[in-house]
């Protein structure tokens, strides 16, 4: 009875304290001088745990450095990382304890679009700025206007893989096969093909799987009986491993496109070699020979015993370091101030790229394709640029036609950069503050899969 | 029409696990009129220690070897059947005097219990494990068909099992006190058969079936993680009801059945559907057969 008397009073103690932060709490920086606390969500466990492990490392890594110069405002950075082991719902309860007990400054995460979308209505309303360093799908930042990506979005993969296949594979004839139960495979899958046909190519068959089926022998004989010359996967690396196995067994010899979906160490251990010969978007590649990606490379490498960095960790490295650089442009450390610096990053020199966020808060930077060769060691194949934007790598192969493109940051949105100390309002894009519910999202996004035609960076 | 028959063959081969797995509920069923919800993690429980056992000590994945294979399957078999037998023991026989609702919701904890003690135990984390030195893709033609050696595999090691269990069932002392505590538990006792002994029997027959399942389920599929036994326990479970719970021929059929809906209804219809067509026909057939296809009412179990 004694003990639990004491451990009342501990609580209550606890609690004041909590509240006594609280003032701070999405408005001026919890604490005057203790660390500045930033939350991250990811899956550290489950079927996507390198999404999580992977993004981790990158996150600690750019918070390391921050520290060791002398951190942000003459104080350390504190991340707090929870998991959610893969389910929406665990990164909703995740954020809702980031933002209510320990008074998080900004968020980082979440990998996967479907858990970005259950914790973004969340940042948004606590007004806490939160960076997703991988989530591609359009609805995400579309939520509202303290939601940032640090990562180019399913549209614009989408169109990579189908001028990658039309341009330099010169294929005629693809197939689909996407994960009805994943917002970002639906979305990559439709964009792909749309694209893939208005480039010349005709998409002989369209089929869908649930992520975690074992099974897909029956879609993929489908697809067989088409006879296309490759077959879209935009899917999470667990499943694709499988599929591009059962793909050979039924007799499927052609080679697997996919998203960044597919970067892990475990797509290779699971697939093996029936993956040899597939190519996948992504956002940077280890083999660059670029003197950015080798020194991230080679600080990754000291950091965590030798580990190759994935591109999760890469964007994740990217997200916490565009977040630490609003942060030390911000006037102050509220939610709002540190928003306003984000929406004005510009050319920050990203390890994936320089990232400019458009007015969508969506950065505009090039994307690479990997081929998966031989022992499962990826070959840079190839870089495509977001139509619009001056080509700066002469060596990359294929690219937009210069002509009749319109500049991708004019098109829809008119609305202007935050002026500096004011909150912007961007009248013809998602609702500003309050509460936004998933379907008030769509609505505003239009279409289901969140990729308003409009959108698309189509010729 | 190559197609259809291809289909036909992946998902006779599907069916044959979800038979395996079903014979285990049947049997439980059969004897103590019990669902033992935790058979599906039994399995599961199955792939995860020929994983394990694989992994650690045959370095079965870099010197794949029918020997190998053979040891890790038998590991997996004792270690499946002494959990089942511990599962019984422990959990269900001191509530054999109470009402059925208690064990089963013992049976959903000891469900629970595996599953995440598997997290805790293997990691959360999915592994690409074939327990086999014979790869999905070494497969041959037939009539343009293409079958893979562990398709025959399942397929053959199902049916001698279920012919085994059924000679067991019928032809041995141990199967006919089976079927005498299945008719009257307190009859039977009083006849001199030893109850408890034939149900921990049941138990551990039932689960060394789910082990070999577990086994040709991995070599078949190739990913094996904690939560893995959920939906293949539960469509077994469903085979069975499908097929005349108790009834050892009906887990058969209902797992055919079962493998053969979800393979057509993904190639003609949608993946979307599978489940929810192959659940449909589960309850048409007990809209019109209460008691499954096989099942004879109450009159004959096991």
């Known amino acids: 009875m004694r003990r639990i008397s004491a451990k009342l009073l501990v609580c209550v103690v606890a609690a004041t304290f909590g509240c006594k932060k609280e003032q701070g709490s999405g408005a001026a920086g919890a604490g005057a001088n203790g660390p500045i606390v930033i939350g991250e969500v990811g899956s550290m466990t489950g079927t996507e745990a390198t999404f999580g492990t992977s993004s981790d490392r990158g996150i600690q890594l750019a918070t390391k450095e921050v520290n060791t110069a002398g951190g942000i405002k003459g104080r350390q950075l504190q991340v707090i990382a929870l998991d959610d082991q893969g389910k929406p719902e665990e990164a909703a309860t995740a954020t809702t304890r980031l933002i209510a007990s320990e008074h998080v400054t900004a968020l980082l995460g979440e990998v996967a679009s479907t858990r970005s979308l259950f914790m973004a209505p969340k940042a948004q309303q606590a007004k806490v700025p939160m960076v997703s360093p991988s989530s591609t799908n359009e609805k995400v930042t579309a939520v509202g206007d303290y939601i940032f990506r640090a990562c180019f979005i399913d549209p614009f993969q989408g169109y990579v893989m189908a001028k990658f296949a039309t341009g330099t594979l010169h294929l005629k004839k693809a197939a689909v096969l996407r994960d009805v139960r994943n917002d970002y495979s639906v979305g990559l899958a439709k964009v792909f093909s749309e694209n893939f046909a208005k480039l010349g190519g005709q998409i002989v068959d369209n089929e869908s799987y649930s992520s975690g089926d074992v099974d897909f022998k029956a879609q993929l004989t489908n697809i067989k009986a088409t006879a296309p010359e490759a077959l879209y996967v935009p899917g999470y690396y667990t499943d694709v491993g499988l599929i591009a196995r059962q793909a050979r067994e039924v007799g499927l010899t052609i080679p697997l496109l996919g998203g960044d979906g597919w970067d892990s160490e475990k797509l290779y251990e699971i697939g093996g070699a029936a993956l040899e010969g597939s190519y996948f978007s992504n956002h940077y590649s280890v083999d660059d020979p670029s003197p950015r990606i080798q020194e991230f490379v080679g600080k990754f490498k000291k950091e965590f015993g030798g580990q190759v960095p994935d591109s999760l960790a890469a964007q994740a490295y990217d997200a916490a370091g565009m977040l630490y650089d609003a942060m030390k442009r911000a006037n102050d450390l509220s939610g709002p101030a540190i928003r306003d610096a984000l929406a004005q990053t510009k050319g920050y020199k990203g390890v994936t790229g320089d990232i400019t966020m458009d007015e969508k808060r969506n950065p505009v930077k090039p994307a690479v394709v990997l081929k998966v060769g031989k022992g499962g060691k990826y070959e840079f194949s190839g870089r495509v640029q977001p139509e619009g934007l001056a080509e700066t790598n002469p060596a990359e192969m294929p690219r937009a036609t210069p002509d009749t493109q319109q500049p991708k940051k004019t098109e829809g949105n008119t609305a202007p950069n935050a002026a500096p100390g004011s909150m912007p309002t961007p009248t013809t894009t998602p609702p500003v503050g309050g509460s936004v519910s998933p379907a008030q999202t769509a609505a505003v996004t239009g279409q289901p899969q969140g990729v308003p035609s409009g959108e698309h960076p189509k010729r | ?302």
């Open chain 2, 1 to 302: 029409m190559t197609d259809f028959f291809q289909h036909i063959v992946d998902g006779v081969s599907l069916g044959a696990i979800y038979a395996l797995i079903a014979l285990g509920y049947t049997m439980v069923y059969g004897v103590l009129q019990l669902i033992n919800f935790a058979h599906g993690d039994v399995f599961m429980l199955g792939s995860m220690i020929g994983w394990y056992a694989s992994s650690r000590w045959t370095q079965e994945a870099a010197h794949p070897s029918w020997l190998g294979a053979l040891g890790v399957t038998l590991v997996s078999i004792m270690a499946c059947a002494a959990t089942g037998f511990f599962i019984e023991r422990f959990g269900y026989r001191p509530l054999r005097a109470s009402p059925k609702l208690n064990s089963l919701i013992t049976a959903i904890g000891f469900s629970f219990l595996l599953e995440y003690g598997g997290q805790v135990v293997f990691g959360p984390n999915p592994r690409a494990f074939g327990a086999l030195p014979i790869d999905p893709s070494d497969q041959f033609r037939l009539l343009g068909v293409a079958i893979s050696y562990v398709d025959v595999l399942c397929i053959g090691v199902s049916v001698a099992l279920m012919v085994t269990l059924q000679r067991i069932i019928f032809h041995s002392r141990m199967g006919t006190a089976m079927r005498a505590v299945s008719w009257n538990p307190s009859v039977a006792a009083l006849m001199g058969v030893n109850i408890d002994r034939v149900i921990s029997f049941t138990f551990v027959l039932g689960s060394v079936l789910a082990a070999v399942a577990g086994i040709l389920y991995a070599s078949a599929f190739r990913k094996v993680e904690p939560l893995m036994g959920l939906m293949p326990g539960l469509k077994a479970f469903v085979a069975a009801v499908l097929g005349g719970i108790g009834n050892v021929q009906g887990a058969m059929l209902g797992g055919l059945i079962l493998g053969l809906a979800e393979q057509l209804v993904s190639s003609y219809v949608s993946s979307s559907w599978k489940d929810a067509i192959a659940f449909s026909i589960l309850i048409l057939i007990l809209l019109v057969k209460p008691s499954g296809l096989l099942g004879k009412g109450t009159a004959e179990k096991v």
